[in-house]
């Protein structure tokens, strides 16, 4: 057994799908980070796993060819990003091989395609979510999560964010260390102020600014906004939510509008977007319209077609495809997504699309007992995938074509191989489009038609 603060030498066996280097050390596993395969590290034990244990790099001593020095100053402790020590080639080269090879576990047979890389892979991200702590100096710190820790990593400038977000929030660091604003302990469960979550409209400009509170009660906010305001004209809107739950996630169900609409709008693929606090919007605006673009490609429509938009969100894809087909249905069980769908419609007077706040699975599954028809589904599920109701109830529909998005390879490839069972083959090769920059992730796209 290994103990902590034990120093070990050896070799990445591998990557695992987190990104995570494995080394195998007699009959244990180290998980490390920041490393690639083959190369030789020394690594000093910090904690314990369930099934291994965590290393951190104390030296590097054989490097790989593709390794490059990292231009972010907290890459080895933030956990946002996780391929910041490979060249950008070599990113997209690592992608593409994860996905070849979920396939190949799989034994699903599709051609893969080279990685679709940014033009310009920083400052993409147009949503944020920053966490606080106060360390034992009672200084406020504002930042990200360091990877298998509850603990704050503070920055004031990230490479994936919009620059005037990030200064927004070190003056949000400044004033609530100013007006005593408490932060909350996830523990005792006492203080007040949970997160800040910010969105970024990447063509209009506006900006949203969340405070995620514990409470209804909000000592200093009058004085916050204000003076948040004074320092950044450029803010757009303020909304409390409140969160008294013990949770992980982020965002509450109720809110209050502190100044401004309560949403921010951005333009996407031509189309004018209403964005509120808990829609669900793409990360990275340019790479979307890359994406949509090249789905919109592989459905090669008639204009004739009734399209459903499964887990449609605020409606983008759908209203996307609206002008060239006859009909699209968007189904979304996030209500507040589905009101901004509505009004999204009437913004850019879209009148051969409609929407329904229901679960994706639940309506396929009364469609087929209607025995109702459709040409197109368009579905992009959460990570975890789609369900074997929803799957199951698209096959009995007899949809001529499927087109399935996905930002997880892994659940994606699973639930391929059960429309396959279901009398579906895969047409054409699938799409890689990096989405994400400097993570893990990847965006990939895949059509699929009955045999």
């Not at 590097?60 to 907290?74: H, Q």
């Not at 395609?113 to 360390?135: S, T, W």
């Not at 990877?147 to 400044?174: G, M, N, T």
């Not at 769908?341 to 309506?363: E, H, Y």
Request: proline letters at 3%; one cysteine or more; charged letters at 25%.
């Amino acid at each position: 057994m290994l103990k902590k603060k034990q120093v070990v030498t050896g070799t990445i066996a591998h990557i695992d799908e987190m990104g995570n280097g494995i080394i195998k050390y007699r009959e244990d596993m180290i998980l490390v980070r920041g490393v690639l395969p083959q190369e030789e590290v020394r690594v000093e034990i910090v904690k314990r796993l369930q099934q291994g244990y965590v290393g951190n790099i104390l030296e590097i001593i054989k490097p790989s060819e593709y390794r490059c020095k990292p231009k972010c100053s907290i890459y080895a402790k933030c956990g946002s990003c996780q391929l910041m020590h490979r060249k950008q080639s070599n990113q997209a080269q690592y992608k593409k091989e994860q996905v070849v090879e979920l396939c190949k576990k799989q034994r699903l047979s599709i051609p893969v395609e080279d990685v679709l890389c940014a033009g310009n892979p920083y400052h993409y991200r147009n949503k944020m979510i920053i966490g606080f702590q106060k360390g034992r100096d009672k200084r406020i710190k504002a930042g990200f999560y360091e990877e298998f820790s509850h603990r704050i990593i503070p920055y004031e400038a990230c490479l994936l964010h919009p620059k005037e977000c990030d200064d927004i929030v070190q003056s949000i660091v400044s004033l609530i260390q100013k007006l005593a604003i408490e932060i909350y302990d996830e523990d005792r469960r006492t203080g007040l102020l949970r997160h800040v979550l910010i969105r970024y409209g990447k063509v209009t400009k506006q900006i949203m600014v969340v405070f995620v509170v514990r409470s209804n009660v909000f000592p200093a906010r009058r004085r916050l906004v204000e003076e948040l305001l004074k320092a950044h004209s450029n803010i757009t809107t303020i909304v409390q939510n409140v969160n008294p739950r013990k949770t992980s996630i982020v965002l509450g169900n109720e809110e209050r509008i502190l100044y401004g609409k309560g949403y921010i709008e951005d333009i996407l693929c031509g189309l004018r977007f209403k964005i509120s606090c808990k829609s669900f919007y793409q990360i990275n605006h340019d790479q979307c319209e890359v994406l949509y673009t090249k789905a919109l490609d592989k459905l090669m429509l008639t204009g004739n077609e009734v399209v459903l938009d499964a887990y449609c969100g605020i409606g983008t894809i759908g209203m996307c495809v609206a002008s060239k087909v006859k009909q699209v249905i968007g189904v979304e069980l996030n209500k507040d997504a589905v009101k901004d769908a509505i009004q999204n419609a009437k913004l850019n007077r879209i009148r051969n699309i409609r929407f329904l706040c229901d679960d994706a699975g639940s309506f396929v599954s009364q469609l087929a007992k209607a025995q109702q028809t459709l040409d197109v589904l368009i579905m992009d599920p959460p990570r975890s995938g789609s369900g074997q109701e929803f799957l199951s109830s698209a096959a009995r529909l007899r949809v001529p074509k499927i087109l399935y998005i996905s930002c997880n390879p892994n659940t994606q490839i699973r639930d391929i191989r059960t429309l396959q069972k279901l009398g579906y083959r895969v047409e054409g090769s699938m799409t890689l489009v990096d989405m994400f920059p400097f993570t893990n992730s990847i965006e990939s796209v895949c059509m699929l038609v009955r045999k």
